[in-house]
Every structure is written in C-alpha cells, then in structure tokens.
C-alpha cells in the first residue's frame, strides 16, 4: 500500500531524494514518516510531517534532510543533502491515518560510499 523510491548508490556529500506513494486503499493520512534501518542496527525515525506540514527530524540528519508531502497525491519525500557513510541504510516510509492505522513501504536502499 506504500511505495518506496529513490534508493541508490552515491558518494559521501552527494545527495538523494526519496518518494513514497500511498495507495488510495488508505484513507484520511494523517502523519508520514521515513524510518531507516541500518546494518546490525535498530530500527531509526528519521524525519516526520504532519497533515498540516509540521516536521520533525532525528538529530543526526537536522540541517541535511528535508521531508514534504504532496496531500493531494498522498506522496512523502525526503530529501537527503550532505550524505555521510553512516546513513547508508534501509529507508522505509510509514503512514498513520486518523484511525491510528499503520501502513508500511517495503523499503529502499540507500548506500554512500566513502
């Protein structure tokens, strides 16, 4: 029910944008997110938005990344600036509807060389 995109290989200090659309099977979004999981690692909220647009980001990309949403098309993107070797991860993207339902993205791979 969720898409992910964008993934890919890029060299330390590049950039990458990811997008993720959510099938119109889901219903009034609420908040969506971008989680990552990086080898032997838990798994790391990275960035959030609200319906209303309001954005909060993990300490350790704030500055480099930016998460928006396109309401309309129900799609979530993030863009990473200033890519460091240790964001290289898995990068999933999770909705909540207003029934506190959650939805999951199968996930895309990000890897940035040194």
């Known amino acids: 029910q969720l898409q992910a995109s964008g993934g890919g290989l890029v060299q330390t200090g590049g950039s990458l944008r990811l997008s993720c659309v959510a099938s119109?099977?889901?219903?009034?979004?609420?908040?969506m997110r971008w989680v990552r999981q990086r080898p032997g690692k838990q798994r790391e909220l990275v960035a959030t938005i609200s319906r209303e647009g309001n954005t909060n980001y993990a300490d350790s990309v704030k500055g480099r990344f930016t998460i928006s949403r396109d309401n309309s098309k129900t799609m979530v993107y993030l863009q990473m600036n200033s890519l460091r070797p240790e964001d290289t991860a898995g990068y999933y993207c999770n909705a909540v509807s207003l029934t506190t339902a959650s939805y999951w993205g199968q996930g895309t791979l990000v890897t940035v060389s040194s």
């Open positions: 119109g099977t889901i219903n009034s979004i609420a908040s």
